[in-house]
């Protein structure tokens, strides 16, 4: 079994920072690309930021400049350090990564996510 864990959320004031972990356990012989996901209430989960295996990066045009996205591939972990943070940055946070575990090339599933809140 394969789990990816998120931590890092909470609540904080428009402008501050939070900075998301999330860590995969489990027999895993190798990730390829990984990202990191949102869903606030009412709305579709949607792609927030995506690193590859050789650390090129792409980010939703509502995130760039203010969210950075990295990882360290010794130790399957993947972060997502967010500044200036927005109202409509609140949301449930997800990782997720495409993996080779078992013999068998395929999507992670979903965590349990962690909740960020933008508020005053």
């Known amino acids: 079994q394969v789990r990816l864990v998120e931590s890092g959320g909470g609540l904080v004031q428009p402008g501050g920072s939070l900075r998301l972990s999330c860590a995969a356990s489990g027999r895993i012989f190798s990730i390829n690309d990984m990202g990191w996901y949102r869903q606030a209430p009412g709305k579709q989960r949607e792609l927030v930021a995506t690193?590859?295996?050789?650390?090129?990066?792409n980010y939703a045009d509502s995130v760039k400049g203010r969210f950075t996205i990295s990882r360290d591939n010794t130790k399957n972990t993947v972060w997502l350090q967010m500044n200036s943070l927005k109202p409509e940055d609140t949301a449930v946070y997800y990782c997720?990564?495409?993996?080779?575990?078992?013999?068998?090339?395929?999507?992670?599933?979903w965590g349990q996510g962690t909740q960020v809140t933008v508020s005053s």
């Open positions: 997720n990564a495409d993996l080779i575990a078992d013999g068998r090339y395929r999507r992670s599933d």
């Open positions: 690193i590859t295996n050789g650390g090129t990066t």
